[in-house]
């Protein structure tokens, strides 16, 4: 009797060191990413991972994952000191991101990427609007509100391009 339920226990031991994996992977990828200190390059991995993530181990566990991109992004520099106000938005607009994509990817992959994408972006951009002219010079204020617009859409979806192409060699899309 022991030797059935050892046996069956088995594979449930097996996904549960694949998820570990998994997940210390994502979070190792995200740590690293904003070491690069460019961010047309850590952008597109950073939500590569995101999106990668909701499909590998499910929304609710790559919401943890939400947090870490931009604390790490501001302690190495990526992210400007002026821009540290932003950074519960940032996470904000990363779990919009995973939470819309998971809610949409098994209707369509293309749209689920780009409805996420958009509606990071919008949050991004409308918050980076308000909060940064209520804290910065005006002449300050709009170059830094420019790094929150257009290149946080542009980083999603190369990010989703990204995440396509690596899930589709690991045959999971």
Do not use: D
């Not at 994408?117 to 409308?126: A, D, G, Q, T, V």
């Amino acid at each position: 009797m022991s030797e059935i339920l050892q046996a069956q226990a088995l594979p449930s031991r097996r996904k549960l060191v694949l998820t570990l994996v998994q997940f210390t992977t994502c979070l190792g990828i995200l740590s690293v990413a904003p070491l690069f200190h460019v961010q047309p390059v850590t952008g597109p991995i950073v939500n590569a991972v995101l999106f990668a993530a909701v499909v590998l181990l499910g929304t609710q566990t790559t919401l943890v994952m939400c947090l870490l991109p931009s604390v790490i992004a501001l302690s190495v520099g990526l992210l400007p000191a002026v821009l540290a106000p932003m950074i519960p938005f940032i996470m904000i607009s990363n779990v919009i991101l995973v939470v819309t994509f998971g809610f949409l990817r098994n209707k369509n992959y293309w749209l689920s990427i780009g409805v996420a994408s958009f509606l990071k972006f919008i949050f991004l951009f409308s918050t980076s609007s308000i909060v940064i002219k209520l804290l910065l010079k005006k002449e300050v204020a709009s170059s830094v509100v420019a790094i929150m617009s257009w290149p946080q859409l542009a980083t999603a979806l190369a990010g989703g391009v990204l995440a396509f192409v690596f899930l589709k060699s690991i045959k999971k899309i």
